[in-house]
């Protein structure tokens, strides 16, 4: 591996670490981040609790209602005669007081359709959940797997390595022929391009699970 793709690799191996951490993320505590960061699914809670006040809502029965009108004569020449503008005979005030009766069981249907839409968001909420958890797993291991084989692969460079170092002393002491170190160092360049795209794949998918 020549010193462009050693330092090429270095850095890609500082990424992956910066993004993974240097312990790796388990599957649960995945899983709760993905809870509790998922702006998605808090608004699917929110709606839970929004559901529950509407069935509270929904019992409470109504209100009596009070209200005042005033009513008063714009101008003076419309007044009663020997009075001012502001007399009590021209002006009107009202009082009405008004009761909200429920009947052929309203109150009822209302109760029963604000725990039908807590329902329905409950399985809403459960079917999200499930989804989101299920892409949080596929996405965790994925990350798992890039893991495993960046280190089969970093185990074989390894080998390759000292092999080529071997066969360059053997070389030299012309043991084997410059055509059979040529082809180990063929083999080892091949492991290094491996090693580098296992890096790669590794950061991308720890980018992605994030």
Do not use: C
Request: charged share 20%; aromatic share 10%; glycine share 2%.
């Amino acid at each position: 591996m020549n010193e462009k793709r050693l330092w090429l690799s270095m850095l890609l191996v500082l990424f992956t670490y910066s993004l993974w951490g240097q312990n790796n993320l388990s599957f649960k505590e995945a899983l709760n981040i993905a809870q509790r960061n998922n702006l998605r699914y808090q608004a699917e809670k929110l709606t839970i609790d929004v559901s529950k006040a509407d069935i509270k809502t929904a019992a409470i029965r109504p209100n009596p209602s009070f209200n005042i009108a005033w009513q008063q004569i714009p101008i003076l020449r419309y007044a009663a005669e020997n009075s001012s503008l502001f007399a009590p005979d021209n002006r009107q005030l009202t009082y009405q007081v008004s009761q909200v009766i429920p009947i052929a069981n309203q109150r009822k249907y209302k109760m029963q359709q604000a725990q039908g839409n807590h329902r329905l968001n409950e399985l809403m909420l459960t079917e999200f959940q499930r989804n989101l958890f299920g892409e949080v797993a596929q996405k965790w291991l994925d990350v798992w797997f890039a893991e495993i084989k960046l280190k089969i692969i970093d185990k074989a460079k390894v080998n390759s390595d000292s092999l080529l170092n071997i066969n360059n002393i053997r070389l030299k002491n012309q043991v084997i022929t410059s055509t059979e170190y040529l082809r180990t160092q063929i083999v080892d360049e091949q492991y290094g391009l491996m090693y580098l795209n296992a890096v790669q794949n590794l950061a991308a998918e720890s980018q992605n699970l994030m």
